[in-house]
């Protein structure tokens, strides 16, 4: 009985198409400025995730909504129909982008370097529809999951859990900055009433003289 | 008789030396304002487009004040010496009239001091700078004014914004609407330039990767000279006013003990 229920927790560890849920993209560090700014986000790169993929895999990285992250189908090619980056928000949830070949990820970094992915640094394909998989601004403050996906030609081989969700910044309008009216300060007060005195005590005396 | 003659010469050379302080006084101030007039580091065009450079119009004040104040301790020099009522009575009267207008240019400096808060010079750097849009010709003008400080204060004080580099990320801004933040979370100033004056990595900027960008705040050097300006005025005129009261007291007082 034991060996049916073993089974049981290992096709239940796999993600529902057999594939690793492996560790789910992080922001980089705080002490990045520009880690979260109102239309991108900073990312650690996925060194020493994907250990078990051939050489020419492919990593991808998915921005969703997270309305898209439960029924999310991994085989739909990226780029492809219900993925295009300039249609995200408007007719699709999800889009890809980010593609590079595994071997930019080599494992263990240097220690000192900075390994990390902006997401949305792309302006110039924002708008240009020959260019679905344009790692392109994120159209509103979100929130966001994000996850990688490898794929070996297009099949998927692994894939990591869907991040937390991020939140991107949202400006406040400039006009809303309060800008008091002139308080007075101590030393104004001081020598105002000082200097009122003194003034006033010449003109008393030029009276009395004359 | 003798004891008072005494009295009369020890109240004239008082005078005397009053006068003469008074006259160095005011050649100080006058030089005083004229280094502040000349805007050493060009901070005037951001007073400017407040619409309100008081602090500037209390210092060329200072200047004409401190030079009639060189010039009336001259004449009450003499006019003490000679023990002239007439002299005395100008003096006395033109004294006041300087002593008012440098009490104005005290009280000046130092309430619009209380005005240019850091809030102030925020709203105004989001609102002008790199504004493309100006409304009239005046607008433009202070437009350019404001954009042209901040790009060379930026540069010189490898500082970002009024409190940090955060300021463009908080608030909406006329720069924001010309420059997408994914390209610019801040204007390019911001950036650790190299001798030629480009950014030395554009992306570490970006990023926001401490020692490729300024993140601290440029207020501290706009408060720093502005406090110096204010204070110099206000202050070191203030101490003038106080020394001149007793000058004039003195006066007044040997006056009334002058024989016609």
Redo the contacts between chains.
């Keep these: 009985t034991m060996l049916p229920l073993l089974l049981l927790l290992l096709a239940a560890a796999h993600g529902l198409d057999g594939l690793t849920d492996l560790k789910a993209p992080v922001l980089a560090s705080t002490s990045l400025g520009g880690r979260i700014t109102t239309s991108t986000f900073v990312l650690d790169q996925p060194r020493c995730i994907f250990t078990n993929v051939p050489k020419d895999t492919v990593i991808w990285l998915v921005v969703a909504d997270p309305k898209a992250v439960p029924d999310f189908n991994n085989s739909v090619e990226p780029g492809g129909p219900g993925r295009e980056f300039q249609q995200f928000l408007n007719s699709t949830l999800a889009y890809m982008t980010l593609n590079t070949t595994i071997l930019n990820y080599p494992c263990p970094k240097n220690p000192g370097d900075i390994t990390v992915l902006r997401v949305g640094s792309e302006t110039s394909c924002a708008k240009d529809k020959t260019r679905p998989t344009c790692n392109g601004p994120l159209p509103g403050p979100g929130p966001y999951q994000v996850k990688f996906l490898a794929l070996n030609g297009s099949k998927p081989v692994a894939q990591t859990r869907w991040s937390d969700r991020i939140t991107l910044r949202t400006a406040q309008p400039s006009g809303s900055i309060a800008v008091p009216g002139s308080g007075h300060s101590a030393g104004m007060i001081a020598l105002t009433s000082i200097l009122s005195i003194l003034f006033a005590i010449l003109l008393a005396g030029l009276v009395a003289m004359l | 008789m003798a004891k008072s003659d005494d009295g009369i010469r020890i109240l004239q050379g008082l005078l005397v030396f009053g006068n003469v302080v008074t006259g160095m006084c005011g050649i100080a101030l006058t030089a005083e304002c004229i280094f502040f007039v000349s805007d050493p580091h060009g901070l005037y065009p951001l007073l400017e487009a407040t619409e309100n450079d008081d602090i500037y119009a209390a210092a060329w004040i200072g200047i004409f004040v401190g030079f009639a104040l060189f010039a009336l301790s001259i004449l009450g020099i003499v006019a003490v010496i000679k023990s002239n009522r007439t002299l005395l009575l100008v003096y006395?009267?033109l004294m006041?009239i300087t002593?008012?207008f440098e009490?104005a240019s005290?009280?000046t400096a130092?309430?619009q001091?209380?005005?240019l808060?850091p809030?102030?010079f925020?709203?105004q750097m989001?609102?002008r700078y790199n504004k493309s849009e100006a409304d009239n010709n005046n607008d433009k003008w202070m437009t350019e004014g404001v954009t042209k400080t901040w790009d060379k204060l930026m540069l010189q004080n490898q500082c970002c914004g009024v409190q940090g580099?955060?300021d463009w990320?908080?608030?909406?801004?006329a720069f924001?609407r010309t420059h997408?933040?994914?390209?610019y979370?801040w204007p390019h100033n911001c950036c650790v330039m190299n001798a030629q004056g480009s950014p030395i990595n554009l992306?570490?900027c970006?990023?926001?990767?401490?020692g490729y960008?300024n993140?601290n705040g440029c207020y501290d050097a706009i408060s720093g000279p502005m406090n110096t300006h204010a204070w110099g005025v206000?202050?070191f005129g203030?101490a003038i006013?106080?020394w001149t009261?007793f000058v004039?007291?003195g006066t007044?007082f040997y006056?009334?003990r002058v024989e016609y």
């Design positions: 006395i009267i006041l002593y008012a009490m005290c009280i130092v309430t001091r209380d005005f808060t809030n102030l925020l709203k989001l609102e580099a955060s990320q908080e608030y909406t801004s924001r997408s933040d994914a390209d979370p992306d570490g970006k990023l926001g990767v401490p960008y993140s206000a202050w203030f006013l106080c009261f004039l007291l007044m006056w009334s």
